[in-house]
């Protein structure tokens, strides 16, 4: 069946640096691929979307390109900010059911 | 509009009680999910409704847990009698049908629920 494999958490980095989180999924036909994002407290929310392959989801500086030739959905930012540390769940859909296969999640913690 | 809207917020209650946590999914959404939220399992489907009707219940732990959708704008999900290992955040969410495969799912902010 459908599965998402993220990058072990978690993540520390000091502000303004790079960021990368690692997706890799496993999926028969063609699924659609979400990042989401979670803050202290809160539900997730949608951060990008993309939902076909070579499609770039971009929101608030945070970008992901979908691969099918590597069956991957990396997030990358350039530049993070304190305000972005959250824990983030790469998801794809599930078929023609309409539910989302998610990661484990992802701790992000950015340092002033 | 407003989101997906979660009642109670916060839940304390003595283990074998029952507990009932209440969710409106967003006006037009067709289906509807339950999750469940721990540190050491993460993020957990429990149950999920598409037009009111349960398509896919395997995650739903034990006959304790109950979920319903009486009608599109509110579902309960229930617990009877509740144990400690119960404790954690529930969430809802509902999404669209419409070009069903791209669409995101939309979360309340859970309930956060500690059986003692």
């Known amino acids: 069946g459908n599965s998402v494999t993220q990058m072990e958490g978690p993540v520390t980095l000091s502000e303004e640096a790079f960021l990368t989180i690692n997706c890799t999924y496993t999926?028969?036909?063609?699924?659609?691929l979400f990042w989401y994002v979670q803050y202290p407290g809160e539900g997730l929310q949608l951060l990008l979307k993309?939902?076909?392959?070579?499609d770039k989801g971009s929101n608030k500086g945070f970008e992901a390109t979908y691969r099918k030739e590597t069956t991957s959905f990396h997030l990358e930012k350039g530049s993070v900010q304190v305000s972005d540390s959250a824990v983030y769940f790469c998801?794809?859909?599930?078929?023609?059911?309409?539910?989302?296969?998610f990661g484990k999640g992802t701790k992000l913690s950015v340092k002033p | 509009d407003a989101g997906v809207i979660q009642s109670p917020r916060h839940e304390v209650t003595e283990m074998g009680q029952e507990v009932t946590l209440r969710c409106k999914p967003i006006?037009?959404?067709?289906?509807l999910f339950w999750y469940r939220q721990t540190m050491m399992r993460g993020l957990e489907l429990l149950i999920y409704?598409?037009?009111?009707?349960?398509?896919?219940d395997s995650g739903m732990p034990e006959d304790r847990f109950s979920a319903k959708m009486p009608n599109a704008s509110f579902s309960t999900l229930k617990i009877q009698p509740s144990e400690p290992r119960d404790s954690a955040v529930y969430f809802c969410?509902?999404?669209?049908?419409?070009?069903?495969?791209?669409?995101?799912?939309?979360f309340g902010d859970g309930t956060r629920l500690s059986i003692l």
């Open positions: 993309a939902t076909k392959a070579d």
């Open positions: 969410a509902s999404s669209s049908g419409q070009g069903v495969s791209n669409q995101p799912q939309h």
């Open positions: 998801a794809l859909s599930g078929g023609s059911q309409g539910n989302l296969i």
């Open positions: 999926a028969t036909g063609y699924p659609s």
């Open positions: 409704f598409n037009n009111n009707v349960p398509i896919d």
């Open positions: 006006s037009g959404h067709d289906y």
